[in-house]
């Protein structure tokens, strides 16, 4: 039944435990792998500063800038399924890569030890599941409890019919949503720092030549596959389900040849 009034508004049981257990989830998970990152490694700090510092830049200031300009001239691109998914896999391999070359670079001309590839991943990983995973599971249970309360009901007085009706629809999808759902969130931010330790770990073989350079496009080209699940999403060609689990299947291919050349490349 649609809802009606915002004071009949009340958020599941359910639906809060999986929505806390999901920022739970996250949280201790970024802060376990900081924790033995960091221990026992003088410049791990360095490291993952400087890869935080690569994902902001290249995916959140330069690729972001790229999609107003793109989708902006081309406002209908997500209603071109192929066009949209070669578009958006390619600018975020292609920025994120390229970043994270420079920033390890930089990092190797000191130590060059594997274990700097991977506090950068840790540090470039994140704080991708800090902005896009941390944080909105944190708003995620802020708007629970302002709907629960009654404080949201009381803070509409000076919205239009029109503003109301979008609120109400908004609510309502919440109210909706199975409570499952609240924690696939969480999993997905998980495998996205997956991909980025392995991509991580990719780009460092190649700086510190233990791989030729074409293995850099093949990073950029990695990356862009494993984006693709994502891309086809947004567009509506993909499930939820289908996409998350694609997601999964690609990400344990790519850490299988991943590691399959770390340990051919040690030999």
């Known amino acids: 039944m649609p809802l009606t009034d915002l004071s009949q508004a009340v958020i599941s049981l359910p639906s809060y435990l999986f929505a806390l257990a999901n920022l739970l989830i996250l949280a201790v ?12 490694h003088r410049t791990a700090w360095r490291c993952i500063g400087m890869g935080a510092v690569c994902f902001f830049v290249s995916a959140m200031v330069l690729e972001q800038l790229l999609h107003s300009l793109v989708l902006g001239a081309f406002p ?35 130590d060059n030890g594997p274990r700097t590839g991977f506090a950068y991943g840790i540090g470039h ?27 949201l009901a009381k803070s509409v007085s000076g919205l239009t019919d029109a503003q109301m ?44 030549g233990r791989l030729s350079r074409r293995w850099f496009v093949g990073a950029v080209v990695l990356h862009a596959v494993l984006d693709v699940p994502a891309a086809l999403y947004q567009c509506g060609v993909l499930p939820l389900l289908t996409c998350e689990l694609l997601i999964a299947v690609l990400l344990v291919a790519a850490a299988a040849l991943v590691l399959r050349l770390y340990r051919r490349t040690a030999a």
């Open 29 to 40: 998970a970024i802060a376990l792998l900081t924790f033995f990152t960091v221990r026992g």
């Open 165 to 208: 009706q979008t609120l109400l629809s908004q609510v309502s999808a919440l109210q909706q949503t199975a409570p499952a759902l609240f924690l696939l969130g969480g999993v997905e931010r998980l495998m996205a720092m997956g991909m980025q330790l392995a991509l991580s770990m990719l780009v460092w073989m190649v700086v510190t």
């Open 125 to 151: 990983g994140g704080v991708e599941l800090l902005l896009l995973g941390v944080y909105p599971a944190w708003q995620t249970l802020v708007t629970f409890y302002v709907i629960n309360s009654g404080e």
């Open 76 to 110: 209908d691109l997500t209603s071109h399924p192929v066009a949209y998914m070669l578009y958006a896999s390619l600018a975020a391999g292609i920025f994120e890569e390229t970043a994270r070359l420079v920033g390890l670079r930089r990092l190797c001309r000191g």
